[in-house]
Every structure is written in C-alpha cells, then in structure tokens.
C-alpha cells in the first residue's frame, strides 16, 4: 500500500466537474452560476493557502508559531460560535463567552492528547497539534453555538416560570434548571449523535484519509476512536463551561433573572 | 394594605422591587433585619410575591408543591377540585391557575405577601374564598400588600391604604 501524490493536473480533471454545476444552473435558469464561480474560486484560494501556511508551519516547527496558528484558529471558532445566535448576549459577552469556552475546552483536550496518547517529539509539533486542534475546535464551536442558543432563547421564552420560582425562594441555579438541562442537551447531541452512525452511516474523513494515504485500517480505526473520544469530551466540557458561566451572566448575585443582559430581540 | 393607582404606573414594579426580582435601590426592613443582610432566596421566602399571571416550570400541578396534603386542603378551601393537583398545567383555566399561584406562595407561610391583583379573573365566589384565605393569613400575622382595581375590596381588606400614580407613592387617609 501507498501513498499516491496528485499533481495540479490530476485535480483539474475533476475540476472539469464543477462546469456541471454551473451548465445545470444555465440549463435550468436556476441564477446560481455566480455563487458557484465565487464559491469554487473561494474554496481554491482558500485551501492553497492554508496548504502555504502549514507547509512553512512544518518546516518550522516553532512553538511560537504554532500558538500563534492555533490562537487565530481559535479566535475563528469563537466568532463562528456566537455568529447565528437567536438572542446574543450584549456587548462583549457574547464574543467573550464563545472565544474563553471554545479555548479553554479545546485547548486542554488537545494538550492532553498531545501528551499523553500521540506524544510527538517535541509535543507541540504542529504537524499533529494543528490538524488535531481543528478538529476539536470544529466539534466544540457546534456544541457551545447550540447550547449557548438553546440557554438564552430558553430563559427569555421561560421567563415567567424562572421569575415564579425565584419568587418563591429558589435560587438561581434551582429557577435555571429546567433550561439549564436542556441547553446541555442539545449542546451535546450531535456528537451522541455522530457517535452512534459513525461506521453504519458515515466513514469519518479523517479515518479515510488515512486509509487513502496508505495506514492500515487497524491504525486508522484507533486515530478515529481517539479523535471521536477527544471530540466527545471538548463537547462537554465546552457546553458546560458555556452553559454555566451563561445561565451565571443572566442572573446576579441577588438572585435576579437580568434578560437586560441579552442583546434586545429584533 | 393595598396598592391602588392607574394601569402602568408601576404597581407591580413596586411589588417586584421589594421581592428583589429587578435592580433597586433604598433600604427595606423585615422585623428590623435589613433585606441585604439576607441571601436573596431566604428573604424571598419570607417575602413572597405573586404575579398576575405567575408561571409554572414542570408539566403536573401537582410538583409545583412541595407539601401536597396542605396544599390539597387549601385548595378545597378555595373551591378548586382536590384531583386538579394531579392535573397537568395545561388543562388549568386563567382563574385556577391564579388561586394554585397564590396557594403556591401559602403553603411555604411567608411573613409578607405581595399579591399582584390576586382575585382579578375570578367570579364573585371564588374572589370570596381567596378574601376569606387571606383574613385568615392576615390573623396568623402575615403582612399583605397586594394591588386591587376594586375599591370595594380595599374597603374589605385595608387596614392602610397606597396610591401610585406619575411615579410617585403616597398613603392615602381617609
């Protein structure tokens, strides 16, 4: 078994196949065939680039430039986390919780990993700690983006039944539960989710590529499981931490319900 | 004492302010403890309040109660069906999820109840039993204040009277 280089050619011929899409939009007026060029044109450039970026990323193998790679990553995912929120927080909260949550999640999932499973020479090589990263990262962002979402829509829509038990005496973890459990609810079904079809209904990307670059499914299968592991426990850590350290901001330390916290609905 | 004064002159804001359920500002005392001095939930159970329309957090009416004999005699008393606590809060009419509101707050005896227009939905029998509930809470030592559209029912109820109108709170004498 081996790995099969492609040259710039060998892509092109299946470049060819992206025309299909855009005749499809001709033939049928369908008015997509900008969005298609920009779409493939975008994918292209983007790609190639980040193919520059790692290949001078490996050559270096510098921990400061492997931060910095990872930090930018993660201030992405921050902001794709908090990006199609139904009822943001306001100010800088809203950005401040995604960005803090998704790293601080992420982050220790992937040092662990480093350190302890792969424990590539000197740890933070980049050729496993970035892939690996971004990987977590993609998986958390979703987690915390849901939980997040499902918590505030929960609290504004719930408002009547938190503020009767705060009336009553509850505090404001006991008024919060309800909405509480189900944002880590949904925060954490889709990789439950994932989990359960992987192999029946999707082979994972990342146990394929292996495949195709020559590593015996055998090795290829333990990669998986341990990503699949790594995803699962980022997931909740970063839902919970974000969940929590949410449901603490929309209320205070006198045990008010503070929807004035939220962004106002429009 | 009841809170009397036009719709949206802040009666109700009034009421939440002592509970502390919004940012406030200004000292209130219970038995010469200041509410500061409390953590937010105890002073809240001493000093409840009950909203117009309050809500409910789990589907049964029945698990909004913690003391479920006390709270099915009281219901009784109010003329609500002893079976309805096995209901679930769907199936409640506006008038029966008032009273349940209202017991809800009862059966945990607070010193002070702020009741935000309690017998406003109800027909004239049902507006009785809650007036005769809360003489009673009011002979055990309970401090009510509680807002009223009916002038007749504060005459019933009042020992001393509020008025809220263009932000400002004033007693009225008779």
Redesign the interface.
């Given at each position: 078994m081996n790995f099969v280089p492609l040259g710039y050619g060998d892509v092109a011929i299946a470049g060819v196949l992206v025309l299909a899409n855009g005749l499809l939009s001709l033939w049928f007026a369908l008015g997509l065939e900008r969005q298609i060029a920009v779409a493939t044109l975008r994918m292209v450039i983007q790609l190639v680039l980040v193919g520059l970026v790692l290949h001078a990323l490996f050559n270096a193998v510098s921990p400061f430039w492997t931060l910095l790679a990872a930090l930018v990553m993660i201030a992405f995912a921050g902001r794709e986390s908090i990006a199609r929120q139904e009822r943001p927080f306001a100010g800088w909260w809203s950005y401040g919780l995604g960005t803090s949550t998704v790293m601080l999640a992420a982050g220790l999932v992937t040092v662990l990993a480093l350190t302890t499973a792969v424990r590539p020479q000197p740890w933070y090589d980049p050729r496993f700690a970035i892939p690996l990263l971004g990987m977590i990262l993609g998986n958390t962002m979703n987690g915390i983006s849901l939980g997040l979402n499902t918590l505030t829509v929960g609290a504004a829509r719930e408002r009547n039944a938190i503020e009767a038990r705060l009336a009553l005496g509850a505090t404001r973890w006991e008024a919060f539960s309800t909405v509480t459990r189900g944002a880590l609810k949904s925060g954490m079904l889709p990789i439950i989710n994932s989990m359960s079809a992987t192999g029946l209904v999707a082979l994972p990307g990342m146990m394929t590529g292996q495949i195709l670059s020559g590593v015996a499914p055998e090795q290829a299968v333990k990669y998986q499981l341990l990503i699949m592991f790594l995803i699962a426990g980022s997931t909740a850590l970063g839902s919970l931490a974000a969940v929590m350290l949410g449901a603490s901001r929309l209320t205070d330390q006198r045990h008010r319900l503070r929807l004035d916290r939220l962004r106002p609905a429009r | 004492m009841v809170v009397s004064g036009p719709s949206g002159a802040g009666k109700s804001l009034l009421l939440r302010a002592i509970?502390?359920?919004?940012?406030n500002e200004g000292e209130i005392l219970l038995d010469d403890e200041s509410r500061e001095a409390l953590?937010?939930?105890?002073w809240?159970?001493r000093v409840?309040?009950?909203?117009a329309?309050?809500?409910?957090?789990a589907d049964a009416v029945g698990a909004h109660f913690a003391h479920r004999d006390e709270a099915a005699a009281l219901a009784r008393s109010l003329g609500l069906p002893v079976a309805c606590l096995d209901w679930p809060v769907a199936r409640l009419s506006t008038g029966e999820r008032q009273r349940l509101?209202l017991l809800?707050?009862l059966v945990?005896r607070p010193r002070a109840l702020l009741l935000d227009e309690p017998t406003s939905g109800l027909d004239q029998n049902a507006a009785e039993a809650v007036e005769t509930l809360l003489r009673e809470a009011l002979a055990r030592g309970t401090t009510i204040l509680m807002v009223s559209h009916d002038p007749a029912q504060a005459a019933r109820l009042a020992s001393r009277r509020l008025r809220v109108e263009a932000g400002r709170v004033w007693e009225e004498r008779r």
């Open positions: - | 509970a502390d359920l919004d940012p953590p937010a939930p105890l809240r159970r409840t309040y009950v909203a329309e309050s809500g409910w957090w509101a809800r707050a945990q």
